[in-house]
């Protein structure tokens, strides 16, 4: 009995190591010699769509908590990124570090072979709808779409809370969109399947709503008074103009679409231990809160936005990044509708 115990705890310590050795190759190096590693290195580059004065302050957040780093940014938006990052390549160069912009041009860089997976111990507990299942990625925060309304011209009991009551006669003529919400559109069809996204589309076009041209446009002219209901905005766009005490409010349709933002480390970074222990800066709690504070909305679900409704009870489905390979396609449906 003595002895069989003694064989049973033997094979149990050796499971443990085995399983601690295996994970240790998926996961980040351990603490001390990722800094040892970052310090040799020194600097950091990243490229990203946030705006300039929150990617400066979140940087220096970063280099305070490591003082031996220095960083530097280039920000644009994705398109412009992504091309840069493909320049560099095709120049047998690599300048960035580190990446964050829109979701569809993500899918590309992973897809050609530009990013590397890095799984951030710190990103263990993002849920997995907000990650690539290989690793390469995770969105550093989202932006949701719902429907808005201004609260001046109609009474909360009455507000269309699905996209199917958009298409009830009441509301023809009192909505507004955005023209670019090709992305929407796309994981739209996803959900719907595309003959019935597409007819739902010709139908809510048939309602004669004001296209706009940008979120900011769309939902400060409904604000003004110019259509009661936006039919897709950004929720977190609408809470700022709330607290700044617009007549502005919304309800989350079922599910509540998110475009994601996904950050990645480089292929061959220069910097790649720097780079980790950045990806792992960004999804901590720290990270996370200062986002939050920007009044973004994190995608750790232990740091809750401001305020919390803007994820709280809601059914959030994140964008489905691989339908980036059918974009073209859905862009001209969608333009193709949208135009009449």
């Not at 160069?93 to 990446?99: L, R």
């Not at 992973?110 to 993002?126: D, F, I, Q």
């Not at 001046?152 to 009192?174: H, M």
């Not at 004001?210 to 950004?234: D, H, W």
Request: hydrophobic share 40%; aromatic share 10%; net charge positive.
């Amino acid at each position: 009995m003595q002895k069989r115990c003694s064989w049973g705890i033997r094979l149990a310590v050796y499971c443990f190591f085995l399983v601690s050795a295996t994970g240790a190759l998926g996961q980040a190096q351990p603490a001390k010699e990722l800094i040892e590693g970052a310090k040799k290195e020194g600097s950091l580059v990243w490229y990203t769509t946030v705006n300039l004065e929150q990617s400066q302050y979140f940087l220096k957040q970063f280099e305070k908590k490591h003082p031996f780093i220095k960083t530097e940014l280039f920000r644009a938006v994705s398109n412009k990124i992504l091309n840069k990052v493909i320049a560099d390549k095709n120049a047998g160069k690599v300048f960035a570090d580190v990446v964050s912009m829109g979701g569809f041009q993500s899918y590309f860089l992973k897809k050609k072979g530009l990013t590397v997976a890095y799984r951030s111990p710190e990103a263990e507990v993002v849920p997995a709808q907000f990650k690539d299942p290989e690793g390469y990625w995770v969105a550093l925060y989202q932006n949701t779409s719902v429907i808005g309304y201004n609260t001046r011209l109609l009474n909360e009991k009455i507000v269309p809370r699905e996209y199917s009551q958009l298409l009830e006669p009441q509301w023809k003529g009192k909505l507004g969109m955005d023209d670019s919400d090709e992305e929407w559109f796309a994981n739209q069809c996803k959900i719907m399947g595309d003959d019935k996204c597409v007819n739902f589309l010709e139908r809510l076009v048939g309602q004669n709503p004001k296209i706009i041209r940008g979120q900011n446009l769309l939902i400060q002219l409904m604000s003004a008074g110019e259509f009661p209901v936006a039919v897709i905005a950004y929720a977190g766009e609408l809470e700022n103009m709330k607290q700044r005490g617009a007549p502005v409010d919304w309800v989350g349709p079922s599910p509540v679409l998110s475009k994601i933002y996904p950050m990645a480390m480089i292929a061959n970074a220069p910097h790649p231990n720097v780079a980790k222990l950045f990806i792992d800066f960004a999804f901590s709690k720290e990270g996370q809160t200062i986002l939050r504070n920007f009044r973004r909305i994190p995608t750790r679900p232990d740091i809750e936005p401001d305020p919390p409704k803007l994820t709280k009870g809601l059914n959030i489905r994140a964008a489905d990044l691989s339908l980036a390979e059918k974009f073209e396609d859905y862009a001209r449906l969608w333009r193709k509708l949208i135009q009449g």
